[in-house]
Nanobody
Framework: QLDLVESGGGLVQPGGSLRLSCVAS????????IAWFRQVPGKGREGVSS????????NYADSVKGRFTISRNNNNNTVILQMDSLKPEDTGVYYC?????????????????WGRGTQVTVSS
C-alpha cells in the first residue's frame, strides 16, 4: 500500500531551523517527483519546494528561496526539507506529495499521493 509519512515538525523560535522528513513506501519512489506543500487554516495549500525523481533539479517558492533546501535519497525512499531562518509566516501543516510527470510543479493537481502532514509552528 502506498504511503507517505512526514515527521520533524514542531515549535521553533523565529530564526530557528527544522528538518522535515518524508518517508515513502509501497511504490517506485525513484519514478516520482516529490513536493512539499503547507497549509494554514482558511487557506489553500501552498507549494513550498519540489524535486525531480532523480533529485537533479529542484524548485522553490519565492517566499522560501535561500532559506529552505530540499533533497532526496532514493536508496532509502526519503525526501528532506531543511528549513533555516524560519519566520512566523512559515507556520502551517507541511505535507509531502508524490506524482508522475510533475515537472517541478508547485501546484497541487499533478500530485497524486499525499501524506498526512506535520505541524510547524514558528513563534516566540
Amino acid at each position: 500500500q502506498l504511503d507517505l509519512v512526514e515527521s520533524g515538525g514542531g515549535l521553533v523560535q523565529p530564526g530557528g531551523s527544522l528538518r522535515l522528513s518524508c518517508v515513502a513506501s509501497g511504490f517506485n519512489f525513484d519514478h516520482y517527483g516529490i513536493a512539499w506543500f503547507r497549509q494554514v487554516p482558511g487557506k489553500g495549500r501552498e507549494g513550498v519546494s519540489s524535486i525531480t525523481s532523480s533529485g537533479v533539479s529542484v524548485n522553490y517558492a519565492d517566499s522560501v528561496k535561500g532559506r529552505f533546501t530540499i533533497s532526496r535519497n532514493n536508496n532509502n525512499n526519503t525526501v528532506i526539507l531543511q528549513m533555516d531562518s524560519l519566520k512566523p509566516e512559515d507556520t502551517g501543516v507541511y505535507y509531502c506529495a508524490a506524482g508522475l510527470k510533475t515537472l517541478l510543479s508547485l501546484v497541487a493537481p499533478p500530485y497524486e499521493h499525499w501524506g498526512r502532514g506535520t505541524q510547524v509552528t514558528v513563534s516566540s
